[in-house]
């Protein structure tokens, strides 16, 4: 028997495929898609799935290719003289690398063969199983142009631990910083559906907000996208509703949004707006890296000791969290020292004080100034981020605080 570790997609597989393939299906039965669509969800979550009947002609298919072209297409197919069959050559005529899987039913070896003379890539037999998609999509992954990128845009989720700690403050000053690196697209996701501020904060008035992309996640193309997003000083912006939309929106998985991010900006910057709840998870399994943002006051602390053991509970590790002290000042709070002690993992980055050139800003709507305390230490982390400044370890070892928060915390 196959080891199940062998046909599971691995992670790399699954980034190349989301957020990057129309698919098509010909002649495709409802009960079928029905069958088929929630084992293909997992991999292809921005597919904008078109359909076709199997009497489509070849000039609408040509027609199709022509303005939408595929990279995956699933054509069912039930007896040898099936008209869907002679679609075959039409479609790799327009795309020689079409990832073609033909839908069989059990019980016809010649139909296989005849499927794979024509051109198929592979095939699934009914009834369908999560082990037959994965094999069969690890096959077309294979057949998907590479990349002109070296790799994949990073993504970091920026998440206060309770509210009033900046973190938007943070997230709009440091997705900037990016742009100072070298990075040429860089996206602001305000990805906090009920506080969000973002746009405020940028006086910007777009028409559309992520809610809208999660609606129409499955046709999303660069066209669309781009007519979602806003634009301030060189970096995209996708904000937060107004208000909830009507109808139904997911908001618990944030894969629709990043995913996309992830393959079309070098640098995605996710202000979470929350430490809690499905949403934030999703957005905290899709980053690379996480900025846990706090003030050194010590109901920050007790909140950002809980924030941790929930994100490592549900299956978050420490080892891509980064824990960032905002508005720190030694005379009012506690100590790096204590508050590295007190949370059991060390500090990344300070954030001074800086009220008045914040708040400066803030008010009449432009950037924070790279030349304030808060500016030069945004610029700092973000050096600090991009593997240009090594993060200091400083030991310590105040057992007795993590006592007293080891018995607050329970």
Same mark, same amino acid.
């Given at each position: ?82 008209? &869907?069959?002679? +679609?075959?050559?039409? =479609? ?5 690398? #079409? /990832?073609?899987?033909?839908? $069989?039913? *059990? ?59 900046? &973190?938007?403050? +943070?997230?709009?000053? =440091? ?5 100072? #690196? /070298?990075?040429?697209?860089? $996206?602001? *996701? ?81 202000? *979470? ?138």
């Amino acid at each position: 028997m196959t080891p199940e570790y062998s046909t599971a997609m691995s992670q790399v597989e699954i980034n190349r495929i989301g957020g990057r393939c129309k698919v098509l299906f010909i002649g495709v039965k409802p009960f079928t898609k029905r069958d088929l669509t929630p084992l293909l969800a997992p991999y292809l979550p921005l597919s904008a799935a078109v359909e076709l009947p199997v009497g489509a002609s070849r000039a609408d298919l040509s027609a199709f290719c022509k303005t939408d072209l595929p990279k995956f297409c699933f054509v069912e197919i039930s007896k040898a003289d099936d008209p &869907a069959l002679d +679609l075959f050559p039409e =479609l790799l005529r327009h795309d020689p690398k #079409l /990832g073609i899987i033909a839908l $069989l039913p *059990a019980g016809n070896p010649d139909l296989i063969l005849r499927c794979l003379r024509l051109g198929a890539s592979d095939f699934l037999i009914a009834p369908f199983t999560a082990e037959q998609v994965q094999s069969a999509l690890q096959k077309l992954v294979k057949l998907l142009p590479a990349r002109t990128a070296s790799a994949p845009g990073k993504i970091y989720s920026v998440i206060p631990v309770k509210g009033a700690c900046g &973190a938007t403050t +943070l997230a709009c000053a =440091l997705v900037y910083q990016w742009k100072r #690196l /070298g990075s040429n697209r860089v $996206l602001l *996701a305000d990805l906090d559906p009920l506080t969000g501020v973002v746009d405020f904060l940028l006086k910007l008035k777009p028409q559309f907000s992520f809610a809208n992309v999660l609606q129409r996640a499955s046709d999303m193309d660069t066209d669309l996208w781009n007519g979602m997003v806003a634009k301030r000083d060189g970096v995209d912006v996708l904000v937060a509703p107004e208000t909830l939309p009507d109808g139904e929106v997911d908001f618990t998985d944030a894969s629709p949004i990043l995913d996309y991010a992830r393959y079309h900006y070098d640098v995605t910057i996710a202000d *979470a707006g929350a430490a809690h709840g499905a949403w934030t998870l999703s957005q905290a399994a899709l980053s690379d890296e996480i900025l846990l943002v706090t003030t050194n006051e010590l109901l920050a602390l007790q909140a950002a000791q809980r924030a941790l053991k929930y994100l490592e509970s549900n299956g978050i590790g420490r080892w891509k969290i980064r824990l960032i002290v905002n508005r720190y000042d030694r005379q009012v709070g506690l100590s790096e020292d204590l508050i590295a002690s007190a949370i059991g993992m060390e500090v990344t980055h300070l954030l001074p004080s800086d009220h008045a050139a914040i708040q400066k800003a803030l008010l009449a709507g432009k950037l924070i100034p790279g030349s304030s305390s808060f500016g030069k230490s945004v610029a700092a982390l973000a050096d600090k981020l991009a593997g240009r400044v090594a993060a200091v370890r400083k030991p310590s070892s105040m057992a007795g605080l993590l006592s007293l928060f080891s018995r607050t915390s329970g």
